[in-house]
């Protein structure tokens, strides 16, 4: 059973990366699950962000291996009990999955029940594209299409508009809005302290600031947790 | 000599379409132009943009042809007096000049001395490449690769940190140094209100609000008009 926690992103105000969805996290990972393939590529200091991430994963009693610091990270993604990718610049995460041959057997893996937990940027790379990522093209990977593990897209970090704001670029529903003027793929904008568990064919909304759901020609619909969403998993061409 | 007036943001919070930048407009293109190329690619409904900006420009003066009302966009962009390039999603506009084929006869008459006027993601793409917009990759343009009139890299509607949000996303100063990680281009921070005028040599810095100008490894400069910056238009490495 293919399953999945996407979060919208790694550190909520006023707690420490990961804190919010920590327990979320091992829930869903399950007793079983020991060590987590770490995939470190949406930074530029990969070490950094491997030690950070190990030293937190390491109080949830779970081992990293970040791919990073491995001879052949497709065979690591190959063999992994789990695997982890963590935020950072979307373009810059996919470019390198792309260069690395990662996208097919990360794929294959989830599509045959290995757990993926992604946040923010790992987030979006699950989607089929990464058109509704808030990332600056930094690098242009050679496609935007990504891991196609759920049929829709994800605009993590959803912010609301604000009505006081004077700012006159485009809003984050705006943009959504232009995604859906050349595809008609659901956006599902997930809150900071929001993430999404897939398992099979159930997607439940979690955390605590809840969802907001764009489809073409609607009206955008709200859900709070612990809302399901199993809608979602159902393609729209 | 190459002149082009690239502006942060079409619409000033408080005030209607071009308002705040009409003055300077219309002086920068000077009495002989009558007639401006309008390039309405950023946006979705190409003929409602048209009719938007041949209302705001007739009252300057200026009759407008848009390049989506004309058989050969080619030949209208090799025959006119002055291009204004107008915002909207940066990837959308540089995906249609590349499949257009616009970028080299643009650029072309711009290097010649045609007057190019750009505003948001119409001064995005006067740049060496897009990679420091704001918008989201709604369609995959064929490279990032732009006009390349200018040897740095533009950020319209540069946002100032909120010291008072608790959004955790990546603030607008995060996501140049992020840039820089990768590209050693100065990146300028065009804050809404902000425009610069380049003239051959000469890049003046206009409008209200000022500008913040981001160089790899050195603390982020501020400049208020009418700041010289003409050492932008040095090429770096």
Chains 1, 2 share one sequence.
Do not use: W
Not at 37 to 52: G, M, T
Not at 143 to 151: E, M, S
Not at 164 to 178: F, L, P, W, Y
């Amino acid at each position: 059973m293919k399953r999945l926690l996407l979060i919208s992103n790694s550190t909520l105000h006023g707690s420490g990366y990961l804190d919010h969805c920590a327990e979320e996290l091992r829930r869903f990972l399950g007793p079983e699950v020991e060590r987590v393939a770490f995939v470190p590529y949406a930074l530029h200091d990969r070490a950094a962000y491997a030690a950070k991430v190990r030293a937190r994963l390491e109080r949830m009693g779970l081992a990293v291996t970040s791919l990073h610091e491995v001879a052949d990270p497709r065979a690591a993604v190959l063999a992994a009990q789990a695997v982890f990718v963590g935020g950072g610049n979307t373009f810059r995460l996919l470019d390198v999955l792309h260069r690395e041959r990662l996208i097919e057997p990360l794929r294959a893996r989830v599509l045959a029940g290995m757990p993926y937990v992604g946040s923010s940027a790992g987030s979006n790379v699950a989607c089929v594209t990464i058109q509704t990522t808030n990332d600056m093209p930094i690098v242009a990977p050679p496609t935007f299409a990504a891991l196609d593990l759920v049929p829709f897209n994800l605009n993590p970090h959803y912010l609301d508009p604000d009505p006081s704001s004077r700012h006159m670029g485009e809003t984050r529903e705006q943009r959504i809005t232009e995604f859906h003027e050349v595809c008609a793929r659901p956006v599902l904008g997930l809150r900071e302290g929001a993430m999404l568990r897939v398992e099979g064919e159930r997607a439940t909304l979690l955390g605590t600031t809840g969802a907001r759901l764009f489809r073409r020609g609607r009206a955008p619909e709200e859900f709070v947790p612990p809302a399901r969403l199993d809608d979602l998993l159902v393609p729209v061409d």
